[in-house]
Structure formats: C-alpha cells, structure tokens
C-alpha cells in the first residue's frame, strides 16, 4: 500500500500527495478513508478532480474525500458515485 500512496503524485510538483501532507488515510468501522486537499484554495478544479481520480483509481474500495475546496461536497459526490470494478 506504501507503492501506491507514491504514484498518486500532484500534477504540479510531481512529488506524493501523501509526503506533501495533501493526503491520508484512515480506516473507520473497516472502511478505509481517504481524505485529500488541494495545496492551494486557487488550484484548478480539474486538478483537484484528477487527485481525486488518481486516489479513486488507486483505492478503489476507499471513500475518497475532498476538503477545504469550494465545491468539495459536489466532487465528493461524483468520485464516490463512481463504482470501479
């Protein structure tokens, strides 16, 4: 799991969202949580939806949340209505 928080990078800087403190995990009631946020409140929102995929992709059985964006609870939405199998 350790592989995987290393290929979820930000687009900007290449570098882990997880070793940016952009992200973490916690595991509640046996699911697991991600929650992720943007490293500006100007970033674009097509960047905050693409770290949101990348997690979603990569944790596929996690819920993925959005925090401290202004449209956080619509992209919650969406990345936790998409179903991967």
Do not use: C, Q
Not at 15 to 34: D, M, P, Q, T, Y
Not at 45 to 55: E, F, N, R, S, Y
């Amino acid at each position: 799991m350790e592989d995987l928080e290393n290929e979820i990078v930000d687009a900007e800087t290449g570098v882990s969202l997880f070793r940016l403190g952009l992200a973490r995990k916690e595991n509640k009631h046996g699911k697991l949580i991600i929650y992720y946020r943007p490293p500006s409140p100007f970033t674009p929102v097509i960047l905050v939806i693409k770290m949101g995929l990348d997690i979603k992709f990569k944790y596929p059985e996690a819920i993925v949340i959005l925090e401290d964006y202004y449209i956080s609870n619509e992209i919650n939405e969406i990345l936790n209505g998409i179903k991967i199998e």
